[in-house]
Nanobody
Framework: VQLVESGGGLVQPGGSLRLSCAAS????????MGWYRQAPGKQRELVAY???????DYADSVKGRFTISRDNAKNVVYLQMNSLKPEDTAVYYC???????????????WGQGTQVTVSS
């Protein structure tokens, strides 16, 4: 199973970016898909997640600005980021938790990360 992220880049404060993460491989289902981020010198933190049933949760720092969504049929998760701030600058990692690859095997996976830089 591979997770491939796209959509990162450089954006000015107040701008928007949309991250995508596609999971590929022998996948029967994915329980939770989410986004984490890690800024230089800081620990990796949860940004947002969405369950297979569509429930979502967000870090307080991004509530009202970021929106997470997923396409279960395509095993893709999106993160729409609006009103970006310099403190959102980080490497953003896609996470897939509870990936069912067979009737008895379930694993967690990470993407390679995509850089988001918010700067004027």
């Amino acid at each position: 199973v591979q997770l491939v992220e796209s959509g990162g880049g450089l954006v000015q404060p107040g701008g928007s970016l949309r991250l995508s993460c596609a999971a590929s491989g022998s996948i029967l289902s994915i329980n939770i898909m989410g986004w984490y981020r890690q800024a230089p010198g800081k620990q990796r933190e949860l940004v947002a997640y969405v369950t297979s049933g569509g429930s979502t949760d967000y870090a307080d720092s991004v509530k009202g600005r970021f929106t997470i969504s997923r396409d279960n049929a395509k095993n893709v998760v999106y993160l729409q980021m609006n009103s970006l701030k310099p403190e959102d600058t980080a490497v953003y990692y896609c996470n897939a938790e509870g990936v069912l690859v067979s009737e008895t095997s379930e694993y967690d996976y990470w993407g390679q990360g995509t850089q988001v830089t918010v700067s004027s």
